[in-house]
């Protein structure tokens, strides 16, 4: 069970690149990395998950505590390449109402 | 004589016999004398400091002050080997004491959140809850009311172990201390999802399924916190649906409304529920899929509710080669004929 986990800063935008599974093992790891990086002011977060083969509701729990954090610095959130059993994840549990899960790249968008 | 000295006279023994015929059953003693030490704690810089005496004494003239003295760098060695040991006497006493409260608490949990299902001549109700670790994240509680209406609530909190099971007992309690007239679907769900938002941790979250079966009317309503659908079984037809529910997760957004749905239920129809821990089922050729899970439910479908649900399961832990990895909960509630 592995995971990889990729942060780029681009100018103002955390781009985070996640990739192997996210379970309760893997979990920990992802939230120690990427949770520090949502207590910023203004910050702008990009995770994709397009590599991802695996999550499980903890791996859920852990983009929940992103959002919940990003959205008290007032930042954006966001999360692309979602495979259709995640989105399925996203949907079932009405986090597709309220986290912008569109599958399209930044700057592809309007 | 104290177990030290008996120690040093056995070495000493051993220690001669070796020297004497460089025999396998002196080694061999010498084996077991260091599982006697290590049951009363000896330290191992102990038996080095014994094995250098005995030999200054064994062999005053060749063992010079040189040879002692070497001892000393040895001896200082086996000192951090023995803190460690003894550390590692500690771990292992905590992680003991550390499994007999997991124990007690899986108990008292057990107790804590205890359900019975209800007896009614219309209906028949199955339902199994097993753990994937020894405490169990999913949850179900059967309530009958006074006007002749049995409500269920199914809920998996996210995150496994002592902290979900934690969680649980609370919205338990929460939901136990609601008044009967706000016991609707969706006031459930909307009060709970308050309580929720104010006292967990940032990344956990609870999932929740509440219906309420009217008996008189045989009608379903429910409302739904982003749980895992729950499945409709049409006797008439004898196809599945999926029950249609959207709401988000409890304790996300302090304000959340949730929608009330309704079902008819007619005879021999099944409402099936579930927690994630059934669609997420894995096996070596990837997760079952809904059909794999529908085509089990059709082949116990002649059986009564706790015969499904508890072959369901067996079949299902099968396919999983018996080791599960998640809290796995199937509930089935279907009018009699």
């Known amino acids: 069970m592995n995971i990889n986990i990729d942060v780029n800063h681009n100018q103002n935008i955390t781009e985070v690149t996640v990739g192997g599974e ?48 990003v959205r008290a610095h007032d930042g954006q959130f966001k999360i692309i390449g979602l495979s259709s059993r995640l989105k399925r994840l996203f949907e079932i549990t009405g986090l597709a109402d309220i986290i912008d899960i569109s599958t399209k790249m930044e700057g592809e968008k309007k | 004589m104290d177990f030290r000295q008996k120690l040093e006279s056995k070495y ?66 086996m000192v951090a080997y023995g803190f ?39 209906m028949d109700i199955g339902a199994i809850s097993v753990p994937a670790k020894h405490m169990n994240g999913d949850y179900f509680n ?13 809920a998996d909190v996210i995150g496994k172990g002592l902290p979900a099971a934690l969680c649980m007992s609370m919205i338990k309690y ?15 769900l909307e009060n709970l999802n308050r309580v929720v938002e104010q006292n967990v941790d940032l990344t956990m979250f609870i999932t929740m399924f509440y219906g309420t079966y009217h008996i008189d009317h045989h009608i379903f309503s429910y409302a739904s916190a982003g749980h895992e659908p729950g499945l409709f079984y049409h006797a008439e037809t004898q ?72 072959n369901v399961y067996k079949e299902l832990e099968k396919l999983q080669d018996f080791q599960l990895r998640d809290d796995f909960t199937l509930i089935i509630l279907r009018r009699n004929v």
Do not use: W
């Not at chain 2, 015929?21 to 003693?29: H, K, T, V």
């Not at chain 2, 899986?106 to 959140?113: P, S």
């Not at chain 2, 059967?142 to 609530?153: L, T």
């Open chain 2, 84 to 122: 460690a040991y003894r550390e590692h006497q500690n771990l292992k006493h905590i992680q003991q004491e550390l499994r007999t409260e997991m124990e007690i608490a899986a108990n008292v949990q057990k107790t804590l959140l205890g359900t019975e299902i209800p007896c009614k001549k219309d």
């Open chain 1, 22 to 69: 996210i379970d309760v093992y893997t979990a920990p790891e992802l939230k120690k990395e990427l949770i520090p990086l949502s207590e910023k002011d203004n910050v702008e977060m990009i995770v994709d998950l397009s590599g991802v083969s695996y999550m499980d509701s903890t791996g859920l729990g852990v983009f929940v505590g992103l959002f919940k954090n």
């Open chain 2, 239 to 310: 196809t599945f649906s999926e029950l249609p529910a959207k709401g988000l997760l409890l304790g996300i957004e302090k304000n959340t409304k949730y929608r009330k749905y309704e079902k008819e239920v007619m005879p021999g129809d099944m409402i099936i529920l579930m927690s994630d821990g059934v669609t997420e089922s894995r096996t070596k050729e990837g997760f079952i899929e809904r059909e794999e899970l529908l085509a089990l439910i059709e082949k116990n479908i002649h059986l009564k509710a706790q015969n499904i649900v508890q």
């Open chain 2, 142 to 154: 059967f309530v009958e009311d006074e006007n002749n209406s049995v409500s269920i609530a199914i």
């Open chain 2, 12 to 77: 000493r023994e051993i220690l001669t016999n070796y020297l004497a015929d460089r025999s396998e059953q002196a080694l061999y003693q010498g084996q077991k004398l260091s599982r006697n030490a290590i049951e009363r704690n000896i330290p191992p810089e102990e038996i080095v400091s014994i094995h250098r005496n005995i030999m200054a004494e064994m062999f005053p003239e060749k063992f010079n002050d040189r040879m002692q003295e070497s001892f000393d760098i040895l001896l200082e060695v």
């Open chain 2, 174 to 188: 929460a939901m136990d201390s609601l008044p009967e007239n706000r016991k609707t679907p969706t006031l459930v």
